[in-house]
């Protein structure tokens, strides 16, 4: 008989993975009250209480989207297109824009008080235009709804393939307002979505659906609800989306811990996901690298902090003593052009490389807090090359020396989360090998940050997956707004008589 679980005892046991145990500490006992539900994380074992108003708040935009998908079936494109245009429109009105603008300083003051990271929530002029770009593009991609993917003629009867919204797109980010319109992209392919963002940047979105998005929606004829916010500065809240067996597919972007503890929780509740977390570029030094063109595509790939940013530079050791110095001069160089210092964390047996001076030397390193005087080199162990660092001001990068490319690259498939790489070699040949050897979706021969999937597909993206979790099934690592889709077969009878 099933019944409800309507309170919790201090050290009660839960079982999860079929076969471990969880014990439920006198924390979660005390605030568990009748109403609320336990999600047990199989992954880990992490008990995560979601509280009964936290589950409502999400269930509701949920119902909303579902009630929008179910009506966007008989909406035009020009309809959706116009939507688009209205939001962009809007974004782009200085007096609708300074009330969005308010609320995102009051964001930013709120995050800085707390000492936290706000390069990413400042919704600056290039972060605006950046916005109504991305959705002036959408309004003029040409929809694949309802189009028709393969025609199979038989004797009396055919039978079409034709493309067709997925449903309802749960997505939960970190505080980057700019996300937020990007991920209305999913709407161009016949798409519900409900977001939850993360707390610095709540009172932004707030502003931004009250001032643009839903205006938008209302003019376009679009249903109401067909984007809908979860109001909610609460992780539950986000736990509580993803328990939501509702939702056709979940979109987590973020830091790596929590987009994987969401991932776990959306897969257990049945739903699909597409995971965006950890990040961070490599560069690997072919034994034909060019200094030149090394120093270039170090400082282009350090410029600032998002997740195709440099990560790891990987140098052979045949070549370290002539290639290092442009690696030096490509850190400088994105230092300098940010009016900062650099840090260089250098991996185990390949200080000697590095000027000795470097591990002595103590700059003012740009943190959330503040500045902070550390040394301009550190060493990490060998083991830790797949670290990302989350630098605020300041360009950080971990340095390798290793025996060759090929000790490069089973580091890079080994330690990394197997997102961007590239190969820095005038070798034509040593190009074609790292392709086929290097496991990652995003593989270049330049500078990093062209991963990205306005920038290089004219697409606004939702995220980019890495293949921490393994390669994708059916789709590349770009998740745009017309790759969420499903199909449906439609078949036409012309012999009224036909029989199996």
């Not at 679009?222 to 067996?245: K, M, N, Q, R, T």
């Not at 965006?276 to 060019?290: L, N």
């Amino acid at each position: 008989m099933i019944q409800s679980l309507t309170s919790l005892q201090e050290g009660q046991a839960i079982i999860f993975g079929g076969n471990q145990l969880s014990t439920v500490s006198a924390e979660l006992a005390a605030a568990f009250e009748s109403g609320d539900r336990l999600v047990v994380v199989n992954d880990t074992g992490a008990l995560l209480h979601i509280p009964a108003n936290e589950w409502d708040i999400a269930a509701t935009a949920v119902t909303r989207a579902s009630k929008a998908f179910l009506a966007i079936g008989s909406v035009s494109d020009q309809s959706i297109s116009q939507f688009f245009d209205v939001f962009a429109r809007r974004l782009a009105d200085d007096e609708v824009f300074a009330l969005i603008a308010e609320a995102n300083a009051q964001d930013v003051e709120r995050a800085q008080a707390r000492g936290r990271s706000t390069t990413r929530l400042v919704l600056s002029d290039v972060m605006r235009a950046d916005m109504i770009s991305g959705l002036q593009m959408w309004r003029d991609t040409k929809t694949t709804r309802d189009s028709v993917l393969e025609t199979i003629e038989h004797d009396g009867w055919r039978v079409q393939q034709r493309i067709a919204g997925l449903g309802v797109v749960g997505f939960v980010f970190e505080g980057r307002p700019n996300v937020f319109a990007d991920a209305c992209g999913v709407i161009r392919s016949g798409n519900a979505v409900v977001f939850r963002i993360g707390s610095d940047a709540l009172g932004t979105a707030k502003a931004i659906v009250q001032h643009a998005l839903d205006p938008a929606l209302e003019e376009a004829g679009l249903p109401p609800g067909l984007a809908s916010l979860v109001p909610s500065a609460a992780h539950a809240a986000g736990w509580a989306l993803f328990s939501d067996s509702r939702l056709a597919l979940a979109v987590a972007r973020g830091s790596g811990q929590a987009v994987n503890q969401l991932g776990s929780v959306a897969r257990q509740a049945g739903t699909s996901v597409s995971l965006h977390g950890t990040g961070g570029a490599w560069i690997i030094v072919g034994e034909q690298a060019d200094p030149m063109r090394l120093q270039a595509v170090v400082s282009a790939s350090l410029d600032r902090k998002v997740c195709n940013t440099l990560n790891t530079c990987a140098i052979p050791r045949s070549r370290a003593e002539h290639l290092l110095p442009a690696i030096l001069a490509g850190l400088a160089d994105a230092a300098k052009r940010l009016g900062v210092n650099a840090k260089l964390h250098v991996a185990k047996g390949s200080e000697s490389f590095v000027p000795a001076e470097m591990f002595t030397d103590q700059v003012a390193i740009g943190r959330a807090q503040g500045d902070v005087q550390e040394a301009r080199a550190e060493s990490i162990g060998r083991d830790q090359l797949g670290h990302e660092w989350e630098w605020e001001t300041s360009p950080e990068m971990t340095l390798v020396v290793v025996d060759d490319v090929t000790e490069a690259v089973a580091l890079f498939n080994g330690q990394s989360p197997r997102f961007v790489a590239s190969m820095i070699s005038e070798d034509q040949a040593e190009q074609d090998w790292f392709w086929g050897a290097i496991d990652a979706p995003f593989v270049g021969d330049g500078f990093t940050r062209w991963v990205d999937g306005q920038y290089a597909l004219n697409k606004p993206e939702l995220g980019l997956s890495n293949w921490d979790f393994g390669r994708l099934f059916s789709r590349g690592g770009v998740l745009a707004g017309d790759s969420v889709f499903t199909v449906r077969s439609r078949v036409a009878q012309t012999n009224p008589d036909l029989r199996r």
